[in-house]
């Protein structure tokens, strides 16, 4: 599965509207039941103080996929980046060079500068 990193912007006053802890989780069973449609997964999402901003990261088939689960969920898609994975060092006591201490997969973007 590739992974994706989707920026987004809200435009209201509010900006994002996070879920309070005392919440039930209905709109989140209702994400996922969404992105399942299409084979997404969240998987993480990095929020701007001002709560106007979101950088949230996905596994799915392609860029397609984010979006029209994005679109049942009404959230908005500024841009959608195909990320490569690249874990942290790894100390080897064989001494292996540096390219062997990082693993990294390859993906795809729909960002028309891609080359």
Known sequence: MNRYLVERTFHSE???R?????HPPDRQLAFAENNARDRVTWLYSYISP???RSF???EAPNPEAV????MRNGLPVDRITGVSVIAAPVPSPLGNDLADRFSSEQVHSDSPHRK
């Open 14 to 16: 509010t900006g994002l």
């Open 18 to 22: 996070l879920p309070k802890p005392d």
């Open 50 to 52: 001002d709560q106007q």
């Open 56 to 58: 949230c990261m996905y």
């Open 67 to 70: 979006r029209r689960a994005s």
